[in-house]
């Protein structure tokens, strides 16, 4: 098993930079049949919180691509909450990581942010947010110095460092990031990238889980109309942004509003990514939410 967790730290590493820049396209297409030929084994319920960086990574890079495998990667990266979170095995490979890289390439390299980014993910897929928080905004200002404002990776930090916060409990922090990011987005004439687009989205849901169900509503029927005439009806996040306004509007007492939205949505997702997928059972999920509210 330890050498199943090591395999999945040096893939994990090994992605560096933004899933979304053209500029490491190369280097990660180079990477993906080590990755997928790894993703054949057998994993267990503790392999899925270890393993979950790695699979967003891969399926984002492939959702950027017009890979239909996204869906799978994706789909397992969504799975990450089903399992108890012990990144104990995993922990010290990625912190040696870091001290490495800081050794050899200096601490403004690409390869040594990307490594303390993926750091503080693990700990908040094992539940340990809050110790990541402080590094946050030191973090992105040294991405910032380094890469600069505009760079993908950069632009990338404002969703994977304002999740982190909001997972922690600081809502203010996490809305800030997500802010910054969305201007910055427009400000260099990105607002149409599907990481931009996602990031509408986690900043929408912020608002939502803040109270500010009006605002949330709104920047979800923005961001979904956005992911509809770039991706499609039945695309995998098209459908959650469908998802995430369907919970704004029930938190606002209204279920009579979205159940035909989520009749068609259900039945686009089972369709489109499968009746297993974690999208589609989300869906379902909140269907029977709304019909219970509406009874």
Same mark, same amino acid.
């Not at 997928?277 to 999920?285: D, I, P, Y």
């Given at each position: 098993?330890?050498a199943r967790?090591?395999?999945a ?6 992605l560096?930079g933004?899933a979304?820049?053209?500029a490491?396209?190369?280097r ?13 084994h057998?994993?267990t319920?503790?392999?899925i919180?270890s393993?979950?960086i790695?699979?967003?990574?891969v399926?984002?890079?492939f959702a950027?691509?017009g ?11 969504f799975r ?7 990144v104990g095995p995993v922990l010290p490979l990625f912190e040696?990581?870091?001290?490495e ?5 200096g601490?403004d390299h690409l390869d040594?942010?990307s ?7 693990l700990?908040?897929?094992a ?5 990541a928080?402080p590094?946050?905004k030191?973090?992105l200002?040294?991405?910032v110095?380094?890469?600069g404002?505009d ?6 930090m ?7 916060c909001?997972?922690?409990g600081?809502?203010? +922090? =996490?809305?800030? &990031?997500?802010?910054r990011?969305a !201007?910055d987005? @427009?400000r ?5 990238? *599907? %990481?931009a687009?996602?990031l509408n989205v986690?900043?929408a849901?912020a608002y939502?889980?803040?109270g500010a169900?009006? +605002? =949330?509503?709104e &920047?979800l029927?923005a961001?979904? !109309?956005?992911? @509809?005439?770039?991706?499609?009806g039945?695309d *995998? %996040?098209?459908?959650?942004a469908?998802?995430?306004?369907a ?5 606002a007492?209204?279920p009579?509003?979205?159940s035909?939205?989520?009749?068609t949505?259900?039945?686009d997702?089972a ?8 999208m589609?059972r ?5 269907r029977a939410?709304?019909r219970k509210s509406a009874s």
């Amino acid at each position: 098993m330890q050498a199943r967790y090591e395999a999945a730290a040096l893939l994990t590493l090994a992605l560096t930079g933004s899933a979304g820049d053209p500029a490491q396209a190369h280097r990660w297409s180079a990477l993906m049949p080590h990755v997928t030929a790894f993703s054949r084994h057998r994993f267990t319920g503790e392999d899925i919180v270890s393993l979950s960086i790695l699979w967003g990574k891969v399926g984002m890079f492939f959702a950027v691509a017009g890979d239909e495998r996204h869906k799978e990667y994706l789909d397992r990266f969504f799975r990450r909450n089903e399992a108890q979170a012990d990144v104990g095995p995993v922990l010290p490979l990625f912190e040696a990581a870091v001290a490495e890289r800081r050794r050899v390439l200096g601490p403004d390299h690409l390869d040594t942010l990307s490594a303390r980014v993926d750091l503080l993910a693990l700990h908040e897929r094992a539940g340990r947010a809050g110790r990541a928080v402080p590094s946050v905004k030191q973090l992105l200002s040294d991405c910032v110095r380094a890469l600069g404002a505009d760079h993908f990776f950069t632009l990338d930090m404002y969703q994977d460092l304002g999740n982190i916060c909001k997972e922690a409990g600081d809502t203010d +922090l =996490a809305l800030e &990031l997500f802010q910054r990011g969305a !201007a910055d987005y @427009r400000r260099f004439g990105k607002e149409d990238h *599907l %990481f931009a687009q996602v990031l509408n989205v986690e900043m929408a849901a912020a608002y939502r889980d803040s109270g500010a169900l009006h +605002l =949330a509503e709104e &920047l979800l029927a923005a961001a979904e !109309a956005d992911l @509809r005439r770039t991706r499609g009806g039945h695309d *995998l %996040f098209t459908l959650l942004a469908v998802a995430n306004r369907a919970l704004a509007q029930l938190a606002a007492g209204d279920p009579t509003q979205v159940s035909g939205t989520l009749e068609t949505a259900v039945s686009d997702s089972a369709r489109s990514l499968g009746e297993v997928h974690s999208m589609t059972r989300w869906l379902r999920e909140i269907r029977a939410a709304a019909r219970k509210s509406a009874s």
